[in-house]
Nanobody, 124 residues
Framework: QVQLVESGGGLVQPGGSLTLSCAAS????????IGWFRQAPGKEREGVSC????????SYADSVKGRFTISRDNVKNMVYLQMNTLKPEDTAVYYC?????????????????WGQGTQVTVSS
């Protein structure tokens, strides 16, 4: 059974940095994509970034390009989201999700498995 566990959320001041981690286990195929999504109170879920775990291709939402970096460690089955220059509007619950295949997607309905989420709050 696929399990995704996020960690690394917390409270950070505007302009600060935070790194989120996603530990993945239980998948039968190594050909998959892991994405990061976020949802703020009263707002729709937004795709933030995703990475193809075999070839390392990535995709980013325009709102985070140049500030966030996604990476993976296939030995540890981990995916990371380095978030720099954080803004109050980045405040949300952040989720990682997994989908099988090669294609990169930032639409949540393309993903089959989800973690429980980790809270990120950007505030002074």
């Amino acid at each position: 059974q696929v399990q995704l566990v996020e960690s690394g959320g917390g409270l950070v001041q505007p302009g600060g940095s935070l790194t989120l981690s996603c530990a993945a286990s239980g998948f039968t195929s190594t050909i998959n994509v892991i994405g990061w999504f976020r949802q703020a109170p009263g707002k729709e879920r937004e795709g933030v970034s995703c990475i193809q775990r075999i070839d390392g291709r990535t995709s980013y939402a325009d709102s985070v390009k140049g500030r966030f970096t996604i990476s993976r460690d296939n030995v540890k089955n981990m995916v990371y989201l380095q978030m720099n220059t954080l803004k109050p509007e980045d405040t949300a619950v952040y989720y990682c999700a997994l989908r099988s295949g090669w294609d990169l997607h930032l639409e949540g309905n393309a993903y089959d498995y989800w973690g429980q989420g980790t809270q990120v709050t950007v505030s002074s």
